[in-house]
Structures are given as C-alpha cells and as structure tokens.
C-alpha cells in the first residue's frame, strides 16, 4: 500500500484539491494500485498547492502545482514509484525553502494526517502534556515564563506572566479562551494548525488548563473560516472519545472540558475583552479595563485568553524544555515566528524562523519578490492596523523591539507585500475605511475619526487643498491614537502616518477637474 | 456562515422550529450566538419575529436579542439571494487585483455589494480577510473557498439556479 497525501486545508482545497485526490482514487483504482489516500494539512508552500506527496521508503516526494487534469499523466508518469513527471519537486523536506525553516509549531503541520490522534502521538504529540501532568502547576508556568514566550496574537504580552496572575486569582471556576479570531488579512497560521494538526492546540488548551486550575476551554473561531471551524470539532470530538479531553484526561483524574465556538463575522471580537462579551453572548462590545481578563474574565471568572499559535508553541516548550525553545530568537523576542506571506508575493505561504530574519530575507530570500514579476513598493506586517514598510526600510529585523522603534509592529506575523502599482493613499484611506466599518462604536474618536478619516483623503486623493487635509489627517491620528478605547482606533493610525512618512509622493496629487467640495 | 441549506430555503416563519433551536441549546453557556448561527443555518437568515421567541427561552430582553443580532455581521434579517458571493476585500486581496475584481463582480452581476440581483440569484457581499491570502484574490461562494479567484470562475459557479 502506497501512502499518497493531498492536502486538505482549506487554502489548496481552494485551487481543486478535493477534484485531485478524487482523480488519484479514480486512476488509481483503474490502474489497480493500491493507494492509502491521505489528506494531510498544508506544509505552507501554497504556490505549489495542491501538493501532491508519494511516500516511499519512508521519505515523502512532492508533485505540484498539480491540477485534476494532470493525474493521469502523473500514473503514466509512474510517479509513484519515479520522479520523472515535470511536476515533480524532489524530496519534500530538502526543498530549499522548508529546509531553510525552524518548524517548531508547526514541525507536523502538512506532514501527519490530522484527522488521527494516534498520527499525533506517532510524531511526538502529547509528550509535552505528559510532562505536565507530572508537574505542579506553578511549575508548569515557569517552565512558560523562562521559554520566553509572548503572545502571538499581536501585543506581544509575556504568556507565563499572565498565566501566573490566573494561577494566583482565587476562583471555583476558572476557563482558558483560545483566540482563533485571527481577523488580521494577511496572516492563516492559525487557521492551518485547525485544519493541519488540531491536536496541538488541545494539547496547548489542556496543559494551560492544569497550568492555571481551569478545566473548561473555548476555542473562538472567526466564521470567515467554516472549513476550520469543522475540523475543529471534529478533533475535539476524537479528543473526547480518546480520553484527552473529559473527566479524566488521559487517566490522570484532572478534567479539561473544551467547545468550539463561531464568531459571526465582526472584526473587533478578535481583541480580547469583546471576544469575551461575544462568547456569553453578547454585543462584541470592548469592556473597561481594570479589570484584567485574566482577574475577570469569562462569565467574570479568571480567564486566559491567547492566542492560537501561543497556545500551539506550549506543548513544545513542555516537551523540550524552556532553555531550547528561548535558545531561538534575537533580544528580547525569543523562540519562533510563523511569519506568513502574502498579497502580491511569488512564493507565498508559512515561513517559522528564529525572531530575527530581515524584512529583505523574508520578501526576497523566501518571497521571491512579487507575483506580477515588477518590483516590490511597500508591505505591510502585522494586519491591517500594521504599518507600510518601504524597501528602504528592509533591513529591519523581525523582532518585537526592532518594529516598534520603527513605528511598526510584527502583529500576528502577517506580511502582504504590493508591486509599484500600489497607491499607498488608497491604502491608507482604507485603514480608515476598515476602522469605520469595524468600529464597535464604544468610543468617539474610533467611530467617528475613522469616517472623517475617510472623507478628509477622499479630497486628499481628489487634489482638493492637499496639505490642509493631510495636516488635518495627521491631528485627527493623533486624536485617535490618544484618545481611544482600544487598539483598533488606537493603531489605525500607524498604517496611515506610515503610508504619509514613507510614500509622501502618493498624497501629492492634482487637483482633479471635476472635484468641488 | 453560509451552510449548503442557508438562502436556499427561504422558508416561512416557523416559531416551533424556533423553540426547538433555542431549547435545544439553551444549556450551553453563552447560548445566544450557537442559537443564531443554528437559524441561520436552518432559514439562511435570523427572521425578526425569532427574536421574541429566543428572548423568552433565554429570558433576555427583545432589545438584548435585537442588539446582538443586528451587531454582527452574519446574521442576516433577510433571505439572501439563491447563491452568496463574499469576496474579500482586504489587504492581500487587494494587492492582487481584488478591487478590479470587485468592480468587475459589481459589473457583470449589476448589483453593488449588500445587495442582491433583481431575480434572487445572487447575494454579493464584503469580507475582510478568509485565511487565503497566499492565493489571492479569494472569495468564498456558498461557503466554498475559491482561490486566485477571477470573475468568470465566480460567475461559472452562481450561473444555476440551484445550489
Ligand atoms: C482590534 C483588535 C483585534 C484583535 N484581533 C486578534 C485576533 O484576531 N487574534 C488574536 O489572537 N488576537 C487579537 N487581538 C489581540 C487580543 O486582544 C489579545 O491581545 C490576544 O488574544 C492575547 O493573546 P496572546 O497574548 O497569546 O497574543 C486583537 C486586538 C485588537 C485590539
Ligand atoms: S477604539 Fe473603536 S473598536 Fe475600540 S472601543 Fe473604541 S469604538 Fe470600540
Ligand atoms: S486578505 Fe483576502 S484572504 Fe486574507
């Protein structure tokens, strides 16, 4: 029996996987070779999904972008055996652009079939929680703290100190939220572990839990993502027939209780306090803080809320010890970043490396510049509230610190890069656009900033008394910046003075003929 | 989200029904969003007079209910068209061509985005951002992702009348 993978992630299903694997059962079955089919997740290479991969003599070869219309040369080809069809990549793990990696999280993403527990075990899954079970919880937590880990999910937030103020918060009931909100355009990480290894989020969820006390779990995922969110409860429902999950959670007598939730379509229910409001069903209004989710959270109870590449990386720092994962990293953001690459990029897809790698190594070293093969003008890191880099800035590290001194910010990891055909004052007046749509509307200068925003580079872009209107743009950012509630009208003004600073020349336009205002 | 039975159905207001959803889901905690989702995938929308209904199984307000329905985006107070297009509109997809894309959309199917075409085929909405942008532009038709996605490949998959 020959071991065949395709993946099944939502992303290579999106350029006619299911028509592939469906055209190898068919070819296959009339050839009469027998194949074992498996739909793996996606390894992150996503100019060359669908993915085909052939495993032989235990090491796996790839095929791809492969198209339902190529598999019957692909058996004429004989590729199950040889690696003579012109798709053909050659030994999957030595393509230079996955050999150059650090996959620490995502070390079984796209390689084990994460519709199977025992596939997880098989590769080292559940070695992490086995430890911890043998822990005392605050030792659990330092373990976290000396990893160096901090949160994935944007703010950068030391995970083993919010973790101990959980630990320490009295309490009967105690719940641990995982974000898989990820409402960030640009960035999937999360959404390729739901749907490449779930498992390692249950782990993550499960070890939090006996970290803190908690022994009930939500995982929040956005309905923009219907694909994950059913894989998601698929994997919580083996869990829980497995004995990982439930009243005894692998046969150590602790209980860890988890549920899948949906969004429903609101960017603002990603920022922690309005996820949590969403979850009891509610408004996704931002609340006040103090207090801290991590005092009052969930239903007022002590809550961890991370995110799920934070809660993804625990089982590793468990299984491996703190010191190797922070042996990774540079100054004082330690371990790995899934950095994901996308918009107008040649090679687009997951790239986990040490902290550290420049801007230049990311967009042109695993990039590849763009797709539409004219020169890079701008990216943009960390979501739509992250700043437009210039290529002059491209010999900034990817580090916490290092963004930050330069007025960005390395968010969630989500890097879009755009060719010279970018208008960066479309894209700023987008920023607003965005902010204006997805305003949960609590505070002034978020809800109507961001529509005067708006309107005032509508008549920057018509030409209309250009530099009044951006001075009034630049004092309507600070308005914004200073004065709201949370970081959605607090930062979208880092994606527009970057765009003025950086490409002035796009906000100097002429006057338009037709423009009266 | 846009399940294969959503706008398909366009059913009569059936309060029974209704009932049956909220009471079935009532125990969990924080019931109100798992009940909407679950109308929204029996009717394809969250019919106003769901509201009194759900907020007497759960003991809420109409007002509280009418808030959150009307907060998020997904829930819809209207049938939708035979067939859903939410095309991204964010960054990634922007910087492959998903604005032109989005007029071209608007264009062929004469509609604008919110609303629906005259004969009920096809509801065209925003989304920011689906996970895909690695293959951008990317859309998701009756909840199906599409990829590099290109205004006749969309328009081949709402051209029947049936999901
Ligand atoms: C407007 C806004 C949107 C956010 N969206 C997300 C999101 O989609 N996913 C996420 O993990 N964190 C998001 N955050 C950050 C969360 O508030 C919070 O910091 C995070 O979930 C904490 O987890 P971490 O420490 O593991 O990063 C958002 C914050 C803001 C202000
Ligand atoms: S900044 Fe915007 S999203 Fe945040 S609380 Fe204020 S109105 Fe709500
Ligand atoms: S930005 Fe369009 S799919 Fe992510």
Known sequence: ?517 | MDGPAAAASGAAFDAGAVIEIAERLQGLEGPLLPILHALMDRFGHVDERAIPVIAEVLNLSRAEVHGVVSFYHDFRRMPAGRHVVRQCRAEACQAMGGEALAADLERQLGVSFGGTTADGRVTLEAVYCLGNCALSPAALVDGELVGRADADGILARVAGGAR
């Open chain 1, 1 to 517: 029996m020959i071991r065949v993978f395709v993946p099944g992630d939502a992303a290579a299903l999106s350029v006619g996987a299911d028509a592939v694997a469906a055209a190898i059962r068919e070819v296959a079955t009339a050839l009469g070779h027998a194949v074992e089919l498996v739909r793996n997740g996606s390894r992150g290479l996503f100019w060359l999904e669908p993915l085909v991969e052939v495993e032989r003599g235990g090491q796996r070869f790839g095929f791809g972008p492969v198209r339902a219309a190529d598999v019957a040369s692909l058996f004429a080809a004989d590729f199950l055996s040889a690696d003579r069809h012109p798709l053909a990549l050659g030994a999957v793990e030595s393509l230079p652009w996955l050999a150059r990696q650090q996959r620490l999280t995502f070390a079984r993403c796209g390689i084990v079939d994460p519709a199977s527990l025992a596939d997880y075990e098989a590769h080292g899954g559940l070695a992490g929680l086995r430890r911890a079970l043998a822990m005392a919880p605050a030792d659990i937590v330092r373990e976290v703290t000396e990893s160096g880990l901090r949160g994935r999910g944007g703010a950068g937030f030391p995970t083993g100190i919010k973790w101990k103020t959980v630990l320490q918060a009295e309490g009967p009931r105690k719940y641990i939220v995982c974000n898989a909100d990820e409402g960030d355009s640009g960035t999937y990480a999360d959404r390729m572990l739901l749907e490449g290894d779930p498992f390692l989020l249950i782990e993550g969820m499960v070890v939090a839990g006996l970290a803190v006390g908690a022994e009930k779990g939500f995982v929040y995922v956005r309905s923009e993502y219907p694909h994950a969110f059913r894989r998601t409860e698929a994997a919580i429902a083996s869990a829980r027939a497995a004995g990982l999950l439930g009243a005894d959670v692998l046969g150590s007598g602790r209980r860890f209780e988890l549920e899948a939730r949906l969004g429903a379509g609101a960017y603002i229910c990603g920022e922690e306090t309005s996820l949590l409001e969403s979850l009891e069903g509610r408004r996704g209004q931002i609340r006040f803080k103090p207090p801290l989710p991590a005092i009052q959270g969930l239903f007022g109870r002590p809550t961890v809320v991370n995110n799920l590449v934070t809660l993804a990386t625990v089982p590793t720092i468990l299984a491996n010890g703190a010191a190797a994962y922070r042996d990774f990293g540079s100054g004082r953001s330690r371990g790995t970043m899934p950095i994901q690459l996308a918009g107008n990029v040649r090679h687009g897809g997951l790239v986990e490396r040490a902290f550290g790698l420049t801007l230049a190594e990311i967009v042109e070293e695993f990039g590849g510049g763009t797709a539409s093969g004219r020169p890079v003008r701008a990216v943009q890191v960390g979501g739509p509230l992250g700043a437009y880099w210039p290529t002059s800035l491209f010999d900034t590290p990817f580090d916490y610190e290092a963004f930050a001194a330069r007025g960005g910010m390395v968010g969630h990891g989500g890097v879009v890069v755009f060719d010279d055909t970018v208008d960066l004052a479309r894209q700023a007046r987008f920023a607003f656009h965005f902010c204006a749509v997805e305003s949960c509307g609590k505070c002034t200068p978020c809800r109507i900033g961001a529509v005067r925003g708006a309107e005032t580079l509508d008549k920057v872009i018509r030409g209309a008394d250009p530099d009044a209107n951006i001075a009034l743009v630049r004092d309507l950012c600070e308005v914004m910046r200073d004065g709201s509630l949370c970081a959605l009208g607090g930062l979208t003004p880092m994606p527009v003075i970057s765009a003025l600073d950086h490409f002035p020349e796009d906000f100097d336009r002429p006057a338009q003929a037709c423009a009266a205002d």
